[in-house]
């Protein structure tokens, strides 16, 4: 599982752009600067869609304030579901980054898959937030469980920094 003091693996996901579904690096994404990452376990499921991604929302301006040059939401979705996710929660208009993991690699290689089968959740991401400066992971918070978002939330990852 990658740790504080870990580079980021490199991985291909996937954005909506203006013609349809992009691939983006996340090492092109993360170096030279300092970004925060959160991930869900997926798009519109409770904690995720009503505290999760409106916690980053709410904190964006901190984050800014702090030197973080962009703020990444990842889940293991397919790039419009993630779109429009972005926009039912007004992330994308907030200036959040929703990037897709249909694939599940970038969550696989940072050693943070779970599966869920009662809730339908297969190959997903479990809740982290992070702070990456020159793709170097220098903070990492983690929930103990399920449903919860704590240390995650936009206002956990700031007191972490």
């Given at each position: 599982?990658?740790?504080?003091?870990?580079?980021?693996?490199?991985?291909?996901?996937?954005?909506?752009?203006?013609?349809?579904?992009?691939?983006?690096?996340?090492?092109?994404?993360?170096?030279?600067?300092?970004?925060?990452?959160?991930?869900?376990?997926?798009?519109?499921?409770?904690?995720?869609?009503?505290?999760?991604?409106?916690?980053?929302?709410?904190?964006?301006?901190?984050?800014?304030?702090?030197?973080?040059?962009?703020?990444?939401?990842?889940?293991?979705?397919?790039?419009?579901?993630?779109?429009?996710?972005?926009?039912?929660?007004?992330?994308?208009?907030?200036?959040?980054?929703?990037?897709?993991?249909?694939?599940?690699?970038?969550?696989?290689?940072?050693?943070?898959?779970?599966?869920?089968?009662?809730?339908?959740?297969?190959?997903?991401?479990?809740?982290?937030?992070?702070?990456?400066?020159?793709?170097?992971?220098?903070?990492l918070n983690m929930e103990k469980g399920p449903g919860v978002c704590d240390l995650?939330?936009?206002?956990?990852?700031?007191?972490?920094?």
């Open positions: 599982m990658i740790s504080v003091g870990n580079s980021l693996p490199d991985a291909e996901l996937t954005v909506m752009g203006s013609s349809g579904p992009e691939t983006v690096r996340i090492s092109e994404k993360t170096s030279g600067r300092k970004v925060a990452i959160f991930a869900v376990p997926g798009a519109f499921t409770p904690t995720c869609h009503s505290a999760h991604v409106p916690s980053f929302i709410r904190t964006k301006d901190q984050f800014t304030a702090k030197g973080v040059d962009e703020i990444i939401c990842v889940s293991v979705n397919d790039p419009f579901v993630m779109a429009t996710w972005g926009e039912v929660t007004g992330a994308t208009a907030a200036g959040i980054t929703m990037l897709a993991d249909a694939g599940s690699s970038f969550t696989e290689a940072l050693g943070m898959r779970f599966d869920a089968p009662p809730a339908g959740l297969i190959g997903r991401s479990q809740r982290f937030a992070m702070l990456v400066e020159d793709g170097v992971v220098t903070v995650t939330a936009g206002e956990g990852l700031l007191d972490a920094m």
